[in-house]
């Protein structure tokens, strides 16, 4: 299997732009990639413990790669990487809101931004077991499955609610608006 410092060069290694990007750093710095990337990771580390905007550089983690392998992915004429990168931001969605009503309690924890930067990690980690898949096949497709025939007969009942309500405020002003031109004719 390896040491971890072995894995880690390989993944270092592999072709790809996080591999040019750091050949390029290290041919100008003449650090070698494996201590150019572990030094990275433990000042993002650090600053993610004590920095101060650690919320928006960790929202940029979960965000900004994701988003820029979907758009690839939708360019590409797979559909496996579609499948995938849907996965990660149905569990991302989920969690933005399990972390919307948890988040006034968690963020006052030091290590809450560390913590929920390797958990983004981890969801779009490049691993048949990365948590995406983990969390929807095993918590989000179960509660969906149970569910969604109710929740789809409640969205069904509000929509023709809400055309209802949207028919009513049109006949009520458009019979405003008709009573109101002919009081103007009539004057």
Not at 4 to 10: M, N
Not at 57 to 80: R, T
Not at 159 to 181: H, N
Request: with cysteine; net charge positive.
């Amino acid at each position: 299997m390896g040491s971890v410092q072995q894995r880690l060069q390989r993944f270092l290694d592999r072709p790809g732009p996080l591999s040019d990007f750091l050949g390029r750093l290290e041919s100008r710095t003449g650090v070698r990639r494996l201590y150019l990337a572990t030094g990275s990771l433990a000042v993002l580390g650090l600053y993610l413990v004590f920095g101060y905007g650690a919320s928006l550089v960790c929202n940029l983690i979960g965000f900004a790669y994701p988003a820029y392998v979907s758009i690839k992915a939708i360019e590409s004429s797979s559909k496996e990487d579609d499948t995938t990168w849907l996965t990660y931001w149905v569990v991302y969605g989920v969690f933005s809101i399990a972390e919307f009503f948890s988040d006034i309690f968690l963020y006052w924890f030091p290590f809450y931004y560390a913590g929920k930067c390797l958990f983004l990690v981890w969801c779009m980690a490049p691993v048949s077991w990365n948590g995406s898949q983990v969390l929807y096949h095993n918590v989000i497709r179960p509660c969906f499955l149970r569910h969604h025939r109710a929740v789809d007969t409640v969205l069904g009942d509000l929509s023709t609610k809400a055309l209802d309500a949207a028919s009513a405020i049109t006949r009520e002003a458009s019979g405003t608006a008709v009573k109101l031109a002919q009081e103007a004719k009539s004057k």
